[in-house]
């Protein structure tokens, strides 16, 4: 039983072998799935692999994939997102093969693999985006699968591009915050994260790396009674303990 991690390898010529890519220790992330979980993926790919019809390569795929996604098993979760909107090309599908890339490409820590997924990302959404242009929130994915590219200024653009469409959008405010402190810009993420959390006040991401941006532009009075403040506003202990880290050091 192996999950799959290179999509292109999925299916022989003649449709058999799916998830069979590769037996590596590396690719078969299989073992932290639970046994009845694996138990289900055998028989859905036993299913899958004599099935011809499209409706029903359709639900075995999709079991597969959200058995996949609940056991944290991302690009192989998306890989039959990704047979799915071969089998059955629609937007729909598109974007559920392309948000799932995305999942999977904001957790890659491999430098080659990143790249495989930002390109599959992109694949898929811009297929969405040609019919549908006004799909902000999947042009912000697609810009910043460029940022983490050889061409990251192309997706810096994309961002600005969508800020001049819509300049209270949450999703392309906070990239552009975390990119500008990224670069050591912090009195410009200091700006961008001020405009979002003036318009999504309850973005406690947000809230919290503009404390961090006032440290760090040297704002310390600022960053403490706004790090106070948020510490009323969340439970997240991840967020707390940064928090408090950073109360200690003013």
């Keep these: 039983m192996v999950v799959v991690d290179n999509e292109d390898k999925g299916l022989t010529e003649d449709g058999s072998g799916l998830g069979s890519d590769s037996s590596s220790d590396e690719n078969n992330h299989g073992n932290s799935l639970s046994s009845s979980d694996l138990e289900v993926i055998d028989k859905l790919m036993a299913d899958l692999d004599e099935e011809a019809g499209t409706e029903n390569f359709v639900i075995f795929a999709d079991s597969i994939a959200k058995v996949y996604q609940s056991g944290g098993k991302l690009d192989s979760a998306a890989f039959y997102f990704g047979l799915i909107a071969e089998k059955a090309p629609a937007p729909e599908n598109w974007e559920k093969a392309g948000n799932a890339y995305y999942e999977a490409f904001g957790f890659s820590m491999e430098e080659i693999k990143t790249k495989r997924l930002g ?32 061409n990251p200024m192309q997706g810096i653009t ?5 800020l001049e469409e819509d300049p209270k ?33 309850e973005n406690i991401q947000g809230q919290f790396y503009l404390g961090v941006s006032l440290f760090e532009s040297n704002q310390k009075k600022q960053a403490k009674t706004h790090l106070e403040g ?21």
Excluded: C, W
Aim: glycine share 4%; hydrophobic share 35%.
């Design 119 to 150: 390109d599959k990302t992109r694949f898929y959404l811009n297929k969405v985006l040609e019919a549908a242009p006004d799909r902000l929130d999947l042009k912000t994915k697609v810009a910043m699968t460029y940022v983490s590219s050889a």
């Design 158 to 162: 994309m961002l600005r591009g969508v």
């Design 169 to 201: 959008n949450e999703e392309a405010l906070f990239n552009m915050g975390i990119l500008s402190m990224q670069s050591g810009q912090y009195k410009r993420a200091v700006e961008r994260f001020e405009t979002l959390v003036q318009y999504h006040p």
């Design 230 to 250: 948020l510490r009323n506003k969340t439970t997240d202990p991840q967020i707390l303990s940064g928090i408090e880290n950073y109360l200690d050091r003013l």
